[in-house]
């Protein structure tokens, strides 16, 4: 395992969030608020500790997937950690539990708070907790890549560690452009979000705030009566773009190269719209049947829809109240989540096409025995090892929901309660129902519970893989055997030098004496 490699790129990781955290400091001299000096104070000490390790180059550029998951796990890890500290150290969250549950929810863009009054916080801390979303949601990894590209050829294993979805692939051939590319559709949906909600006379940091948890599909609000203090317009174009931000960013690649026909084509994007016309729908109807007037509970349905399935979190009503038909049907989407290659959570609606698809196969099989058919998306034939991943991947899920399911509910709470935390954390969601719904917060659980919650955030937005991997004894196991391997050597090295050494004041004593 190149460990040179792996401390490396968690060095540049550190000088990047180190630089990010001037962001909020300078936030905080904009609103006068001494609390943001912490943000410079640990950005500084970061960033240096990061400059340090990155002052010794690996040995290897070269990195496989096990490298790159590891490296992704730990970076996601050392990000929360240290974005935790001015939560703790400015006293504005006093437990450093909650602060890193804070944290973690904002940089996997979950958006499940501990906190009952955001607004007590000041500017500089909200916004940090927006920004948070923002910087996990197209992942930091990603923005590594784009800015300083790794040499070795070996680089799409960070993003396929880090990207959402079934597989992860080029646009372009070099990684280096993919990520810029990313990005660059990224930043600019995020600045035609700010700029419309500006115009529909939104406070500016507001419309920063609401647009980077828009963007990261995360949902940390800046009020505490969440989004529901904006206007008609100002929820419908954070419904918009909370939709357009679930999309697969392969499909705004096509755009911006006018392949219109190709971008139109992609199943698992029309799957996706679909789901979401149909939710919105029955919602909509379900609400004007409670004497809701129309215009209204179309506004509701389709934000909160929007909000749930792209994993946003974010609220305008407390669905908590909303008939059971309504609160199945957000269940239900919790778990489908958004497309694959999108800023959102979830287990990915490419899966489930994957996986329904199995099954229709499988169906034919007992008619037509002797049948051979592939699985097909886009008309393309879907390869083994990505049908194989998804039932992994499906397993796996259900596997560690259940661990995390029994060991939550160790504390008491109803069976609702219970089953939606785990379900909006390791969706990455947020709101659940009754006791963490969306007029709650996480703040009453047990540091027991929200460690493992925030196991299941981190293990969501990953994609379970990488997460899984540091806890894999044979991945230790041969580090260790190659640190032994590496001191024997050296030994043996050093054993040779001073034979050598030996040797030669022998010879030179001899010669001395002839």
Same mark, same amino acid.
């Given at each position: ?272 719209f679909l789901l979401i016309l149909a939710a919105v729908a029955f919602i909509t109807y379900s ?69 329904? *698809?199995?099954?229709? #196969? +499988?169906? @034919? ?7 051979? /058919? !592939?699985? %097909? &998306? ?106 032994? *391997?590496?001191?024997? #050597? +050296?030994? @043996? ?7 050598? /050494? !030996?040797? %030669? &004041? ?9």
């Amino acid at each position: 395992m190149n460990t040179s490699i792996i401390r490396y790129i968690l060095g540049h990781i550190m000088r990047i969030e180190g630089m990010l955290m001037l962001l909020p400091w300078i936030v905080s001299l904009i609103y006068r608020e001494r609390v943001g000096v912490w943000f410079l104070i640990v950005g500084v000490v970061i960033f240096l500790l990061g400059l340090l390790i990155t002052h010794f180059k690996p040995r290897s550029n070269v990195f496989y997937l096990k490298e790159g998951c590891i490296a992704t796990a730990l970076s996601w890890i050392v990000m929360s950690v240290f974005g935790a500290m001015p939560f703790y150290l400015s006293g504005r969250i006093p437990s450093y539990v909650d602060a890193l549950f804070e944290t973690v929810s904002g940089f996997t863009t979950t958006g499940a708070s501990i906190l009952s009054d955001v607004e007590s916080i000041g500017h500089c801390m909200n916004f940090w907790r927006c920004f948070t979303h923002w910087i996990g949601g197209m992942g930091v990894l990603v923005f590594l890549l784009a800015i300083i590209p790794l040499t070795g050829g070996s680089n799409i294993n960070l993003m396929r560690a880090e990207s959402p979805g079934p597989s992860a692939g080029k646009l372009v051939p070099k990684i280096k452009y993919t990520a810029q590319i990313l990005y660059m559709i990224y930043m600019g949906l995020t600045v035609a979000q700010i700029v419309l909600l500006v115009l529909g006379r939104m406070p500016i940091f507001d419309a920063l705030c609401v647009s980077f948890a828009s963007a990261g599909t995360g949902g940390f609000s800046v009020r505490n009566n969440g989004m529901a203090g904006y206007t008609t317009y100002q929820i419908w174009v954070t419904t918009i773009f909370m939709i357009l931000f679930g999309v697969n960013f392969n499909v705004y690649y096509l755009v911006l190269y006018r392949k219109f026909r190709k971008a139109i084509d992609v199943e698992e994007v029309r799957y996706y719209f679909l789901l979401i016309l149909a939710a919105v729908a029955f919602i909509t109807y379900s609400l004007c049947n409670t004497a809701m007037r129309f215009g209204e509970a179309l506004t509701h349905a389709a934000f909160q829809v929007g909000s749930i399935i792209t994993t946003t979190g974010f609220s305008t009503a407390d669905f908590n109240l909303w008939p059971e038909s309504c609160k199945t049907i957000l269940v239900l989407l919790m778990f489908c989540g958004a497309c694959a290659g999108s800023t959102g959570g979830g287990i990915k609606v490419s899966r489930f096409v994957i996986l329904a *698809k199995t099954v229709k #196969k +499988e169906l @034919n099989s007992y008619l037509h025995p002797k049948s051979i /058919k !592939k699985i %097909k &998306i886009d008309e393309r034939p879907v390869e083994h090892e990505v049908v194989r991943s998804t039932n992994v991947f499906f397993i796996t899920y259900m596997i560690l929901f259940a661990i995390s399911l029994l060991l939550v509910s160790m504390e008491g709470n109803e069976f609702t309660t219970n089953f939606t935390a785990v379900l909006a954390t390791f969706n990455n969601i947020g709101p659940g129902l009754d006791a963490v719904g969306p007029a709650a917060n996480y703040g009453f659980l047990t540091n027991l519970s929200k460690f493992v919650l925030i196991f299941d955030m981190l293990a969501g937005r990953l994609e379970l893989f990488p997460m899984l991997i540091l806890f894999y004894p044979p991945i230790w196991q041969d580090y260790f055997r190659q640190r032994k *391997k590496a001191r024997i #050597k +050296e030994n @043996n090295k050093g054993k040779k030098k001073e034979k050598a /050494k !030996k040797a %030669k &004041i022998t010879a030179a004593g001899f010669s001395y004496i002839q």
